[in-house]
């Protein structure tokens, strides 16, 4: 299954966002992610960084698992779970590892994710549509008053 192995490397990159955060926040064993200073603003950056992802994945992946579930092809869901992880790694990258406020970076990211979500809910819609029973729909609507 496609979206097993996507899903599985996202996983591996929440996991690293996570522990990040553990080193970020003083935890011993991930000292050694815990360069730089701890002033709010980083701290802060590193938290959103790791939010964000929470926050886009599991639409996606639920988007993806339904495309592989209509059969969709191949290559149109692995160029989607692409745009996906390449956008997520580099908003991730930029919030949780780097200092810098690269807007490259930053719209990178973003675009990757929002082009691959939009596209992912457009082709599911699609399928919807074109495997919709008009027939019974048709029915229903001529025996309402």
Known sequence: M???????VA??????????IF??????????LNYGSNNEEIVYRVV?????FVEYAPLFFIMLFLLEYMETPA?????LATFFFIGRFCHGLLFSFLTSKS??????????TLVALFLAALINFVHYVASFNWTVATMVLKALP
């Open 75 to 79: 290559i149109t869901l692995h160029l």
């Open 11 to 20: 996983v591996g990159f929440y996991l690293l966002l996570t522990i990040r």
């Open 23 to 32: 080193g970020i926040r003083g935890n011993p064993l991930f000292k050694f």
């Open 2 to 8: 496609i979206t097993q192995f996507y899903l599985s």
């Open 103 to 112: 807007i490259v970076l930053r719209t990178i990211g973003m675009l990757g």
């Open 48 to 52: 959103r960084g790791h939010g964000n």
